[in-house]
């Protein structure tokens, strides 16, 4: 563990914990990047939002990480997008101050999956990238879930630049296909 983190103390780290487990986001993002290899860029974040920047600032200082942004609202956000922040400072903080909810429980056990793909370069093969979406539909599921594209309705092919990934046909006679392979 992280001499910084063993410093924290414990009630603060607590009371944070559980703020995030109350208002705090896991998320992975996908961006279609054509320019990319695997025409798809992942963006992982921890976030928090809130009116009152005064914990969200705190938590910030004891992340050592992270920036603060606000709406025009008045809505500021605390985000950590950087993997290496992730991996360093979010990942080992909830690790020592967990969760209580099952459901940030599970949230977090997946994200920290995903986080130690992409650190690891899992993200950059077709294996990896088709892993990284499966856990990705498991985050966060449940009322209010957002997806801008399904990914169930694509696959990677290979090509003489690398891994594609590529829009396809459903097939009519299941109701849901899973992506495939293929070469």
Known sequence: MNDWIKKIDPKLGYYLAGFSDGEGSFNVSIIHRPDYQSGIKFLLSFNVSQRD???????????????????????????????????????????????????????????????????NGNHLHKEGIQEILKLREELNKGK???????????????????????????????????PTDVG
């Open 53 to 119: 920047r005064v914990i969200l600032a705190l938590m910030k200082k004891i992340l050592r990480c992270g920036h603060l942004r606000e709406r025009r609202d008045g809505v500021v956000y605390f985000e950590v997008n950087n993997i290496n922040s992730l991996r360093d400072n979010v990942v080992p903080f909830f690790e020592r101050f967990h969760f209580l909810s099952a459901n940030k429980k599970r949230n977090f056990s997946i994200f920290k999956k995903i986080v130690e793909m992409v650190n």
């Open 144 to 178: 209010g879930r957002k997806r801008k594209y399904d990914f169930t309705g694509y696959k990677l092919i290979n090509s003489k630049n690398g891994n594609i990934l590529r829009d396809y046909t459903q097939d009519t006679t299941t109701s849901k296909q899973a």
